[in-house]
């Protein structure tokens, strides 16, 4: 893994390869009501409804989250009559702890070693139809003591074959791959697993070496035959930290326990372990745990290892980098009507927009949706929200707000690697810094430790000519993977003309003005020329003087515009996303069908990024927003 900041996120985009798996043209669904640039000026038809526009508009494969296990559960003729291991109970009677295990623990995937007939039988008295196991009794091929076991109502079988690893003095055994697919979301993975043999029945370190080049070989295979399909290596390698840097730099794989290759700099995870949960590196794991108690000691004499695993969900290859632009005040009457800015006209012919998204429901406030915008969050903390907007004064930061860690897009850009930065003309985003500097962020779970900071770049000037113009000397002499902009001078020209009239008006054309500035500085940048999503979003609209904005359609009613690689000109975002249901006028709770909200756009940039959806992130955590054709995403 690189640990370099402009390589290693434009790896993760470049790990799937442009082998395009869909067969049929984007369909694209009637127009939803205030959907368009021009919705304000002419009466648009109704929406079809949901499932119609699903069954009409292709899709991409959304993030498809996991929990993958590997255990050696020793074998039955090890504690049999006249095994080495007395006093023990016997396979078939330890295979009851196994199962009872892999339930307590919500298995979905496991890698098994030492998985004896008499075991493999238990297993499915047992399981049932409930869990399937390959090559398990039952196969052409013959049982295997080493199988991958998957849940039947979460994964499906679409291939499966054996490879012959060496074991003990160079015999081949037969280790099993399989290609599954999730039940839920389409996407596609293979396993692996093996068991290497030990050293105790002599030295075997050339017959490991060659089982490990071997599995190096077969990731890449699989790799390049099936690029929408990560590879996730299982298995007891009898190796500790050395297995770790034969394998991971040749195949581009990474630990669920850590550790990093860096250049010609390799670092194994720490603890020792001999047993191993390994994954190309658009798989993301985390809560890697090793469970080893009394319970477990009786079933066998090794841990069972467990981590959940996420892959996001694929975007066009070769977009690396994102900036978002938030303009809080922005109505969608002046950005869809006659009086839309050219920047804004030029946008919606170019990319895809919409002038009817929202905000959160608890509030049309400029921090609260911008913290939404940042975390994927609702408002109201005990509701799963981030907190800021709930009260009247801003928290010290927003863990403080939340009651708990709030993690954020530069979280997830900044952990792998990625280089992030900020800028507004708005004090009071001061908040912004005092929640994800060194002493308020998080740890970095990703390879190479990044650090605590998650904002490598963060300047609130006087106005947003000023910022801006940071931002453009910035890039230019080191892009950024990730670009939050705030444009404050809408807001604050509204605040005081009441969010009309020849002021408000002016205020919105140079906002714009800065918004094309932007965008001409991306043309501009070698690194980011045709690398980009360039996303502009209202983040609340008018706000009225006295009380609440909430029920307030010019408030909670927003525009969105998002161009860049693999977006379909003049297209509308409703109409690209068939799970998101136009709302009128109105503004919904969180219940039913939803519009397409200010907070959808988290994941969608993690995803462009090609890392996982924000963790606690409530608004799509599957990464199902769309901006993309569909026929330019790999995996659709």
């Avoid at 959806?613 to 990464?623: A, K, L, N």
Wanted: some cysteine.
């Amino acid at each position: 893994m690189s640990g370099t900041a402009s390589s290693r996120l434009s790896s993760l985009r470049r790990l799937g390869a442009v082998t395009l798996t869909l067969a049929t043209a984007l369909l694209v669904a009637p127009a939803a009501p205030d959907a368009g640039p021009a919705s304000a000026a002419a009466v648009q038809p109704a929406a079809a409804p949901v499932a119609a526009r699903v069954a009409d508009t292709a899709q991409t494969t959304p993030a498809t989250s996991f929990r993958v296990g590997n255990f050696n559960v020793l074998g039955a003729d090890h504690t049999a009559p006249g095994g080495k291991r007395k006093g023990w109970e016997s396979g078939t009677v330890r295979m009851d702890r196994v199962v009872g295990l892999l339930q307590q623990n919500a298995l979905d995937v496991v890698g098994f070693q030492e998985f004896q007939p008499p075991q493999a039988a238990r297993f499915g008295e047992l399981m049932g139809t409930s869990w399937q196991t390959y090559p398990g009794l039952n196969n052409p091929a013959g049982p295997s003591v080493n199988s991958i076991g998957w849940r039947t109502d979460t994964w499906t079988l679409l291939e499966a074959r054996t490879l012959p690893i060496p074991y003990f003095d160079g015999v081949p055994s037969r280790m099993p791959a399989v290609l599954l697919q999730n039940v839920g979301t389409g996407r596609r993975v293979w396993f692996f697993n093996t068991h290497n043999p030990a050293d105790v029945r002599g030295p075997a370190q050339s017959y490991r070496d060659t089982g490990f080049a071997m599995e190096v070989a077969l990731a890449n295979e699989l790799r390049a035959a099936y690029p929408d399909a990560p590879f996730i290596s299982l298995g007891d390698k009898n190796e500790r930290g050395s297995y770790y840097c034969k394998v991971a730099p040749g195949s581009g794989m990474w630990s669920a326990s850590g550790g990093y290759v860096d250049g010609s700099t390799c670092k194994p995870p720490a603890g020792g372990a001999i047993d191993w949960i390994m994954g190309t590196q658009d798989v993301f794991f985390n809560g890697y745990t090793r469970l080893w108690n009394d319970y477990v000691s009786k079933t066998s004499d090794h841990p069972l290892y467990y981590a959940n695993a996420v892959v996001p969900a694929s975007a066009p290859n070769g977009v690396d980098h994102v900036v978002v632009v938030a303009v809080p005040g922005l109505t969608s009457a002046i950005a869809g009507g006659s009086k839309a800015p050219g920047e804004a006209t030029r946008m919606a012919s170019n990319g895809a927009s919409t002038t009817n998204a929202r905000t959160a429901t608890e509030s049309t406030q400029a921090d609260a949706n911008l913290m939404s915008l940042l975390s994927g969050r609702r408002v109201f903390p005990k509701a799963g929200g981030h907190g800021v907007g709930s009260k009247k004064t801003l928290p010290a930061s927003v863990h403080d707000s939340a009651g708990q860690y709030v993690s954020s897009l530069f979280d997830l850009a900044h952990n792998n690697s990625g280089r992030t930065m900020f800028a507004s003309s708005r004090k009071e985003n001061q908040l912004v810094l005092r929640s994800w500097n060194r002493k308020s962020g998080g740890k970095d779970p990703y390879g190479v430790d990044d650090g605590t900071a998650k904002i490598d770049r963060f300047k609130i000037m006087r106005d947003d000519a000023r910022s801006v113009g940071w931002w453009r000397e910035t890039i230019e002499r080191k892009p950024a993977e990730l670009s939050v902009i705030e444009l404050s001078g809408v807001l604050k020209t509204g605040l005081d003309d009441g969010f009309k009239g020849a002021a408000y008006e002016k205020a919105v054309r140079k906002a714009f003005q800065k918004v094309a500035a932007i965008r001409r500085s991306i043309a501009k940048s070698p690194a980011m020329n045709d690398t980009t999503l360039l996303i502009v979003t209202g983040t609340g609209g008018a706000q009225k003087s006295r009380g609440s904005s909430r029920t307030w359609a010019k408030s909670y009613k927003v525009p969105m515009w998002v161009t860049g690689p693999g977006v379909p000109a003049a297209s509308d975002l409703y109409s690209l996303n068939p799970s998101f249901t136009s709302p009128g006028r109105q503004q919904l709770n969180y219940s039913g069908a939803q519009p397409i909200r200010v907070g959808d756009l988290t994941n969608l940039v993690t995803r462009t990024l090609g890392v996982p959806p924000v963790p606690g992130s409530s608004m799509d955590p599957e990464q199902r927003f769309q901006v993309f054709d569909p026929l330019l995403v790999p995996g659709s």
